[in-house]
Every structure is written in structure tokens, then in C-alpha cells.
């Protein structure tokens, strides 16, 4: 089963992605850890992804599905859920010509949601680990729980911030979500309650796949 799960900044995608790894016992590939594993491996690709993002500007599209395509390969007998990409239409048709996707989950979260849990969010600046002041709080406070990192607030995560990185990532994703709706792969998951426990929206997810 290939299973690409795609929705806003703070929709969940990644919970959600590794609470059906264990359900359907297909690996979750998450780019965002893909690139930090480059990063942190000081490979050719990870230093020229510093070099981008040293510089403030993004990193291109072809050197995300470089690495991606290295771990989507290793896994096309077993399947897998994608978290993270295709963020452009143009990621979409590269992700096309590497192999044929089952289903793409769309996550529907109204922005309040979003920015309220996001703000509330802390990241492990050894590990890149996430956790959550009001639903996923560290065991001892401002500490890492995996490796006793340090946590911080991401200057990304400020409330004025979150919105202007919604309104981008809707003018970039609303033709990708076009893109899979055309081929019939698109399935909508609404999440429009705060305190849905992420097991039940797993179970919503499993029913549509
Ligand atoms: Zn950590």
C-alpha cells in the first residue's frame, strides 16, 4: 500500500503517519527527517540543503525527490506512507514517474486548530523531536524525552508567522490537491475538534484507505 498523507502545517500528518505505520505495518517516510538525516550525515546532498537554507532561501524542488527517491526505492515491495511530499504539483508529477501512489489522504483542519496547537509546540534541538505544552508535554519540562535534548519554541511556530505559512501553503497545495482529486486518489478526512484523540482520527483514515 502507498499511502501519501497531505495536509497543512500542524494537521498531524506526521502522528498520524506513524500511528498507521504500526497498523498497517508499512514504513513511514517523513522528508522532513529525511533531509535532517542528510544534514546530520554531512552527505553531498546534506550540505548543499545547508548552503539553501543557510541562505534563507528554499530548498528546490529536485533535491528533495533526489533524496527521496533513494528511500522511496528500498520500500516499493513493502509499500509506505509519505509524509511531507509532494508540497507542489510539480514534487506530485516527480513523485508520479518514481512509482504509482494507492490514495492520498487529504487532512481538513480550520486554521484556529492549527495555530492554537502549533504555538503551543516545542522541538528537541538534538534530535529534531516534537512535543506539544498543552497535548504531547515532555516527562520532565524543556527536556527531550528520546535524548535529553534541550526544547525550544521555532521562530516559525509564532501565531503571525503560522498564518502567513498557512495562506502559503494553501496557494502551493490547492492545485496539488487538484492534481490527485483528477485522478481520483483524493480522500477527505475532516478534523474539526480540538480535542479529537488522534486514535480515532487514525480509524477514520483506515476507513477510507
Ligand atoms: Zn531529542
Known amino acids: 500500500m502507498k499511502i501519501v498523507i497531505f495536509g497543512p502545517p500542524g494537521?498531524?500528518?506526521?502522528t498520524y503517519a506513524?500511528?498507521?505505520e504500526k497498523r498497517l505495518g508499512v514504513p513511514h517516510i517523513s522528508t522532513g527527517d529525511l533531509v535532517r538525516e542528510e544534514i546530520r550525515n554531512r552527505t553531498p546532498l546534506g550540505r548543499t540543503i545547508e548552503k539553501y537554507s543557510s541562505s534563507g532561501t528554499l530548498v528546490p524542488d529536485e533535491i528533495i525527490t533526489e533524496i527521496l527517491k533513494k528511500?522511496?526505492?528500498s520500500e516499493l515491495s513493502?509499500?509506505?506512507i509519505l509524509e511531507g511530499y509532494p508540497r507542489t504539483?510539480?514534487?506530485a508529477e516527480q513523485l508520479e514517474k518514481i512509482?504509482?501512489?494507492?490514495?492520498?489522504?487529504?487532512?481538513n483542519v480550520p486554521d484556529k486548530i492549527i495555530v492554537d496547537r502549533l504555538s503551543a509546540r516545542l522541538q528537541c534541538k538534538s534530535c529534531g523531536a516534537i512535543y506539544n505544552e498543552r497535548t504531547m508535554k515532555p516527562k520532565v519540562s524543556g527536556k527531550c524525552d528520546k535524548c535529553g535534548g534541550e526544547l525550544f519554541r521555532r521562530v516559525d511556530d509564532q501565531p503571525e508567522v503560522i498564518r502567513e505559512r498557512l495562506r502559503v501553503y494553501?496557494?502551493?497545495s490547492e492545485p496539488v490537491v487538484d492534481f490527485y482529486r483528477s485522478r481520483n486518489l483524493l480522500r477527505d478526512v475532516v478534523n474539526d475538534d480540538p480535542n479529537a484523540d488522534p486514535g480515532q482520527i487514525v480509524d477514520q483514515i483506515l476507513k477510507l484507505i
Open 170 to 172: 494553501r496557494e502551493a
Open 89 to 91: 504539483v510539480g514534487q
Open 18 to 20: 506513524s500511528r498507521l
Open 71 to 73: 528511500r522511496v526505492a
Open 11 to 14: 494537521s498531524g500528518k506526521g
Open 99 to 107: 512509482t504509482r501512489v494507492d490514495v492520498v489522504v487529504n487532512l
Open 78 to 80: 513493502r509499500g509506505f
